[in-house]
Structures are given as structure tokens and as C-alpha cells.
């Protein structure tokens, strides 16, 4: 079980906007910067957002993310077909002195 | 352009070493972090731990006294070990550049590394 909580799963339709949560606690996210991750099928996971709200150069503004509190939250708008894949939120929990990720949340697009 | 790419066996024996190393190409390897992360066969990601720009390290407290992370500035690489292993490590491993926020940019393909007899 992830320290970080995600929804395991969740659809929305092509164009559409969809949000997922990223949950965690006053020695994780509380306190430290998130990160958020896509990884397609078969592939590397990808850095999408850094430090709560940044985007990597190249990573299109439909991406935006947001931290409130011991939340965080990862935004998609315009949905497309090429989103489907499966999102990680990440962060630094200073209690336990290590890198922590969320379980993941699958994005169906249909 | 900054790429990583994982080497090493992909089969291991239950209470053996696995070993791995990461090979850095279009950039220096001085002045980042360098993390390995795995995750478990239709699994999440779980962090191992990181190699510092000041030479320090820092593990997953889960694995702390199986693992050690180091580096080679020389051939701008660093490797993960990790002793003792049983079928639990069983994982896609992936070696990661950390810039320093606990995100990482850079990422391998990853390695399947198999714990089996």
C-alpha cells in the first residue's frame, strides 16, 4: 500500500478534462514539492510536472499541476488518445527519508 | 541530449548479488543526483535511493541494508547493488537523473532483472 493515494482508475472522453488526486500527509507533500509522471505501455515513466506546477521544456500546457495542502492535483485538458497511460505522483517524505510515489492512476481515453 | 541506458544480468539467483550499472551519454554525470527506481511486474514505482553531487548516498529505508549505490565519474556511470535478493526483487529496474528536487528528468529504459533459481 502507496503512502501516496491515487484513484486506481479513470476514463474520460476524447477532448474532455480530467483531474487526478494525489493524497498524502503533513511529512510528504505537506511539506515538499510534487512531481507527476506518465508512463505509456512498455515504456520509461516521463517527468510531467515538477516542483508542484512546472512543466519540463516540451511538455504541452494541456498538463498543468497544483498542491494544496497534503494534496496535489495533475490536470489534463483537450484529451487524446495518445494520453492513455498510467500516472504516478511523486515526492520526498520527510519522515521516512525517502522518495515516495502514489500507486498510480490508469487513464482510460475512449 | 541527456540519455541513460541500463547493463547487467537479468537473471539472478534467490540470496545472490544483482548488479547493475547505468551508463550516462550526452552530458556530465557531476552536479546531479543519480537515483535507481524499480517497480515490480504490473506494479508502482519504488524508489531505491540516490548518489549525490557531494559524494553522499541515501536509501530506501526498506532496503537500506541490502543496497549500495556508487559512482564513476571516470567513465560517467554509476551502479546499484543490492545483496541477499529473493524472488520479491523481481522488478523492472531503471536508473534515473534526480535535478535535485526529488524529480527525474532522465530516465533509462529499464531492466527486467529476474530472481529465480
Known amino acids: 500500500q502507496s503512502v501516496l493515494t491515487q484513484p486506481p482508475s479513470l476514463s474520460a472522453a476524447p477532448g474532455q478534462k480530467v483531474t487526478i488526486s494525489c493524497s498524502g500527509s503533513?511529512?510528504?507533500?505537506?511539506?515538499?514539492?510534487v512531481s507527476w509522471y506518465q508512463q505509456l505501455p512498455g515504456t520509461a515513466p516521463k517527468l510531467l510536472i515538477y516542483?508542484?506546477?512546472r512543466r519540463p521544456s516540451g511538455i504541452p500546457d494541456r498538463f498543468s499541476g497544483s498542491k494544496s495542502g497534503t494534496s496535489a492535483t495533475l490536470g489534463i485538458t483537450g484529451l487524446q488518445t495518445g494520453d492513455e497511460a498510467d500516472y504516478f505522483c511523486g515526492t520526498w517524505d520527510s519522515r521516512l527519508s525517502a522518495v515516495i510515489f502514489g500507486g498510480g492512476t490508469k487513464l482510460t481515453v475512449l | 541530449q541527456v540519455q541513460l541506458q541500463e547493463s547487467g544480468p537479468g537473471l539472478v539467483k534467490p540470496s545472490e548479488t544483482l548488479s547493475l550499472t547505468c551508463t550516462v551519454s550526452?552530458?556530465?554525470?557531476?552536479?546531479?543526483?543519480w537515483d535507481w527506481v524499480r517497480q515490480s511486474p504490473g506494479k508502482g514505482l519504488e524508489w531505491i535511493g540516490y548518489f549525490s553531487p557531494s559524494g553522499t548516498t541515501n536509501y530506501n529505508p526498506s532496503l537500506q541494508s541490502r543496497v549500495t549505490i556508487s559512482l564513476d565519474m571516470s567513465r560517467n556511470q554509476f551502479s546499484l547493488r543490492l545483496t541477499s535478493v529473493t524472488a520479491a526483487d523481481t522488478a523492472l529496474y531503471f536508473c534515473?537523473?534526480?535535478?535535485?528536487?526529488?524529480?527525474?528528468?532522465?530516465w533509462g529504459q529499464g531492466i527486467l532483472v529476474t530472481v529465480s533459481s
Open positions: 534515473a537523473r534526480d535535478y535535485g528536487g526529488h524529480a527525474f528528468d532522465y
Open positions: 503533513t511529512s510528504n507533500i505537506g511539506k515538499n514539492y
Open positions: 516542483d508542484n506546477n
Open positions: 550526452g552530458g556530465s554525470i557531476s552536479n546531479y543526483f
